[in-house]
C-alpha cells in the first residue's frame, strides 16, 4: 500500500526555516521522482520541486534559491528545506508520487509564515 505522511509544518516568522518531510512506504523514494506541491485557499496546486536519481527540478521561480529538495534512501524519506520563507509562502504543502497511472499525495501540511 502506497502512502505519503508529511510533516514539519507549523507557524514561522518571515525570514525563518522550515524543514518539511515526507515519510513514504509502498515504493522506495529512490526508484521515482517524488513531487512538493503547495496550495493556498481558492487556487489550485502548484508544483514547487521534485527531486529523482538525474537530481532536482523547480517548478517555481519564487521559491529558486530558497527551498531545496533532498532525500533520505535508508529512511525512505523525502525532505523539502524552506529558507528565508515569506508571508507569500502561506500554504498546505504536499508531497506526491505517479506510479503508473495513479497518483498518490499525502494529507499535507500546513506552513504559516506570519510575525
Known amino acids: 500500500q502506497v502512502q505519503l505522511v508529511e510533516s514539519g509544518g507549523g507557524l514561522v516568522q518571515p525570514g525563518g526555516s522550515l524543514r518539511l518531510s515526507c515519510a513514504v512506504s509502498g515504493f522506495t523514494v529512490s526508484s521515482r521522482p517524488v513531487h512538493w506541491y503547495r496550495q493556498t485557499p481558492g487556487k489550485g496546486r502548484e508544483p514547487i520541486l521534485s527531486?529523482?536519481?538525474?537530481?532536482?527540478?523547480l517548478y517555481s521561480d519564487s521559491v529558486k534559491g530558497r527551498f531545496r529538495a533532498s532525500r533520505d534512501n535508508a529512511k525512505n524519506t523525502v525532505y523539502l528545506q524552506m529558507n528565508t520563507l515569506r508571508p507569500e509562502d502561506t500554504a498546505m504543502y504536499y508531497c506526491?508520487?505517479?506510479?503508473?497511472?495513479?497518483?498518490?499525495w499525502g494529507q499535507g501540511t500546513q506552513v504559516t509564515v506570519s510575525s
Open positions: 527531486i529523482s536519481d538525474v537530481g532536482t527540478t
Open positions: 506526491k508520487a505517479v506510479i503508473g497511472e495513479n497518483e498518490y
